[in-house]
């Protein structure tokens, strides 16, 4: 059961932690943007060599320096951020690549006084370049999550410090969907998940070239598995449909094509028709999505595209396990 919380009182009761490696500039922006919003910031840097950790010093933050000995992980940086911290405050979580947008942070902690059970409160993440490439529009239309009650957030948020440290913080050997897995726990706890009709943060992805969107669908993929095998036995099934989508239009159909291509080569034509069922799902996406425009024509394109890359990060993640491998992260820029 969750204990009152007294009614926020500003940025005082904020601390900030933020991660990051090689920013540059986008790490600057950031610090900038916190200025005057939150009473402390900690950086927790994983082996920058572009002077990131200078750069946070010298915007007054204070920096951890994680050992790269050890599998890095998004979770473990933000527990080490964590780990500095202490009280019955809360803690804005932010990654290097993004900037707080002015009033958030009250209106965050607003949230937290109009719901009372909440752990978590988060906007509106939004790309600050969707026009550079199609890869950075979807992940801006990615962000645009329903308001209200939500089942979990992303890797910005204003969470209360207390119930975050109370169930262990992240699970620091997820190389991805950590901040659902930790929302997932909350919840089990009693706490609630609110996303608020706010502007929170600009974020830069970054993602202009194919192979950068498909290693990205590609660890989501991993996580989505990953995430099934730790919960999907729960009331909840967690990520087991995400999970059985990617390997059914990513691995299971291509299978059953390369089948129908060989009855084709005997004889059975009818073999290809499986060959329709892409741009069957393509249209029928387009179509539930047409009052986006442009938009939701590319949003279904690579939709369907997406699930090859993120077949195969499920059959990785099952591979590992099977042969008892620690997950290595997947990156993307």
């Keep these: 059961m969750l204990s009152p919380i007294s009614p926020p009182s500003g940025p005082r009761d904020v601390d900030a932690v933020v991660i990051g490696r090689n920013e540059g500039a986008r790490l600057l922006a950031c610090f900038a943007a916190l200025q005057g919003q939150v009473r402390r910031v900690v950086y927790v840097d994983s082996g920058s060599t572009d ?17 790269m000995a050890q599998p890095f992980t998004a979770a473990r940086a933000r527990n080490a951020g964590l780990a500095l911290l202490q009280g019955e405050g809360f803690v804005q979580f932010l990654d290097g690549d993004c900037q707080l947008q ?102 830069d992805a970054a993602i202009t070239r194919l192979g950068q969107w498909a290693k990205r669908s590609q660890r989501a993929g991993y996580a989505f598995a990953e995430g099934a095998h730790l919960h999907g036995a729960g009331p909840e099934r967690h990520w087991q449909a995400e999970t059985r989508r990617a390997f059914l239009w990513g691995a299971a159909l291509p299978f059953a094509a390369l089948l129908g291509m060989g009855f ?49 990060g499920v059959l990785r993640f099952h591979w590992d396990r099977w042969r008892g491998r620690k997950a290595r992260l997947i990156e993307y820029k």
């Design 51 to 67: 002077g990131s950790v200078a750069a946070a010093q010298a915007a007054g933050a204070e920096v951890v320096a994680l050992d």
């Design 102 to 203: 002015p009033g958030w942070i009250a209106a965050g902690l607003q949230g937290f006084v109009d719901h009372p059970a909440a752990v978590v409160v988060c906007g509106r993440r939004r790309e600050v370049a969707p026009e550079a490439s199609v890869y950075n529009r979807l992940c801006d239309r990615e962000w645009d999550t329903p308001v209200g009650r939500a089942q979990a957030c992303g890797g910005d948020a204003l969470m209360r410090l207390s119930a975050v440290q109370a169930v262990g913080g992240y699970r620091e050997d997820l190389i991805a969907g950590e901040e659902p897995e930790l929302c997932l726990r909350l919840r089990a706890k009693g706490g609630e998940i609110w996303r608020l009709p706010v502007e929170m943060t600009l974020h």
């Design 264 to 312: 084709a080569l005997i004889g059975c034509p009818a073999g290809l028709l499986v060959l329709l069922l892409w741009p069957l799902q393509m249209l029928r996406l387009a179509w539930r999505w047409r009052d986006e425009g442009r938009c939701g024509a590319e949003a279904a394109l690579f939709t369907v595209l997406a699930k090859f890359p993120e077949a195969w």
